[in-house]
């Protein structure tokens, strides 16, 4: 069974910095589409960033140019690096791959922004 850990948030101040790491196993990162997706108070989940088998990556509007995605595949995890942080960003933020039509999720990370 796939598993994919995150770890990295935490409360941070309006404008600060934060970076997320989801650690997977029994998969390989760089084997399927991957992204980053965060679920904010009392709404839906939504997308943050992609990142495609070739590198390719794709952000929300609300989170270009601030909002970073990247994959080390010799440590098999994916990175949210999250700058100018805004306190619309609180929310849960999970790990995502999909893999032959499933999507595997972490257990999700809170990132919580104060104004």
């Known amino acids: 069974q796939v598993q994919l850990v995150e770890s990295g948030g935490g409360l941070v101040q309006t404008g600060g910095s934060l970076r997320l790491s989801c650690a997977a196993s029994?998969?390989?990162?760089?084997?399927?589409?991957m992204g980053w997706y965060r679920q904010p108070p009392g709404k839906q989940r939504e997308l943050v960033a992609t990142i495609t088998r070739g590198g390719i990556t794709n952000y929300a509007d609300s989170v270009k140019g601030r909002f970073t995605i990247s994959r080390d595949n010799a440590k098999n995890t994916i990175y949210l690096q999250m700058n100018s942080l805004k306190p619309e960003d609180t929310a849960v933020y999970y790990c995502?791959?999909?893999?032959?039509?499933?999507?595997?999720w972490g257990q999700g990370t809170q990132v919580t922004v104060s104004s």
């Open positions: 995502n791959q999909r893999m032959l039509g499933h999507d595997y």
């Open positions: 029994r998969t390989i990162v760089s084997s399927n589409p």
